[in-house]
């Protein structure tokens, strides 16, 4: 038996603490055929984050850049910020039969799903919006009118979950794990992305 596959574009996606970094963290560990795709913003990093590693970090100009240069596959603004992701990473990538996560606000989402229909788009939703305020406020990376201006969106974002593949409730984070992992299990096999090719012997 001999087997090709395609990479698989894997957007994650929901209103901001839900759980979507916490399920993706754990992902990557679990999962080595998944890549990160790294994003570009304009937001300062939070104390711990790496340059490079959890966003590239950069200044309103260069993000206008690397607009003017088409850089991107999708863009938005999200909770006054702007975030990009980098279009050649994630297509070198994918033409390379690795699978590609990336974890985007709803606008990002829709832009990827409808320039590349075939992603596997996941919306995770919390339990309820006051446990979405408890994580937020929990998490304790962002002040008060952060959160409300994260909280507010929220009710907006998830009228979007519609337009996705699937949908999970991180509400116990062990069996919401199952549910993704489950998903790209089966992802993974669709005749569209999987061509095992067999022999007599
Ligand atoms: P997002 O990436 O969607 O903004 P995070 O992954 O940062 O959200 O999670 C927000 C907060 O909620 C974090 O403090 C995280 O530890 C916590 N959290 C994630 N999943 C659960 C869960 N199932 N139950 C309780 N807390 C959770
Ligand atoms: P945070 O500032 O908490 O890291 O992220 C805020 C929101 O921006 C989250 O919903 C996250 O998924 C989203 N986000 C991160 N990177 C990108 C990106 O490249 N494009 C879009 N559209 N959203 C992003």
């Known amino acids: 038996m001999r087997e090709q596959r395609k990479g698989m574009l894997l957007v994650v996606s929901g ?5 979507k970094g916490t399920l993706c963290e754990r992902l990557l560990r679990s999962d080595p055929s998944i890549t990160f795709s790294v994003s570009v913003t304009t937001r300062r990093p939070r104390e711990g984050e790496i340059d490079g590693v959890h966003y590239r970090f950069v200044s309103e100009e260069q ?5 003017g240069q088409n850089a991107f596959l999708e863009h938005a603004t999200v909770h006054g910020h702007r975030y990009g992701t980098p279009r050649a990473q994630v297509e070198e990538a994918i033409e390379a039969g690795q699978n590609t996560l990336l974890d985007i606000d709803p606008q990002g989402a829709l832009s990827v799903m409808s320039a590349k229909p075939d992603t596997v788009s996941i919306f995770i939703l919390p339990p309820s919006y006051s446990a979405l305020r408890q994580r937020l406020r929990t998490r304790n990376t962002d002040d008060p009118e952060e959160i409300l201006k994260r909280l507010s969106n929220a009710y907006g974002e998830v009228k979007l979950l519609k337009h996705y593949s699937y949908a999970i409730v991180n509400d116990q984070l062990d069996q919401a794990f199952a549910l993704l992992s489950a998903i790209i299990l089966a992802e993974k096999q669709r005749t569209t992305r999987y061509f095992p090719e067999i022999y007599e012997e």
Request: hydrophobic share 30%.
């Open 15 to 19: 209103p901001s603490g839900t759980g």
């Open 63 to 67: 993000f206008d850049q690397m607009l």
